[in-house]
């Protein structure tokens, strides 16, 4: 009679652990910090905090805490933000609220009609733009008003800006792309007196 002698496979160590702060997976070595202490629940990724650093995906290392978004619980600094979570619905966030959308909607255009008259860059915030169109509306809405600038050579800021309506915007860009900066300026003096 011949028996098989039954061989118990080795247990393999465990590769890898669920940290409870990340909620991901990582390596075993992870999990033990300089000193040689292995913490069971918590990566050596959370060490460092205390000394001001934060692991970023990204770059591979330890950063300072001042190159993470505020609140954001992603390990991704701002560089990284978009490649790993968190910046598409920070974006998508500020795009639904009606309010924050035309405020950069109109800085955007803004902007955008800075490389039409020509300038470097413009000296004006989304407040201050907010805060021009507001003494004309109180309760502006998306598209309704825009600001151009009173003098197209001079750089825009709060002091060179009239606000006008999105109507008026279209016929004061067509006399700039037909190079008719006179008759722009005539329009936009007559809009400043009212």
Known sequence: MMFEIAKEEPVSPAKARLCVICRQYFSIACFLSDDGIDHATMCNRHGPAQNGLRYCQGCGD??????????????????????????????????????????????????????R??????????????????????????GMYIVMPVDSRAMICPQNVVVVTAEQRKKLMKLVHQNNIQEYNRIIMQLKLK
């Open 117 to 142: 008259f020509e300038q470097e860059k413009i000296a004006i915030s989304q407040n201050e733009i907010e805060q021009a169109i507001i003494k004309i509306d109180p309760n502006p809405r998306l």
């Open 62 to 115: 330890f950063v300072a805490l001042d190159l993470f978004a505020k609140g954001c619980g992603v390990f991704a600094c701002k560089k990284h933000m978009t490649a790993f979570g968190g910046g598409r619905e920070s974006k998508q966030k500020q795009m639904n609220d009606t309010e924050k959308k035309r405020r950069i909607w109109t800085w955007r255009l803004c902007y955008a009609d800075r490389k």
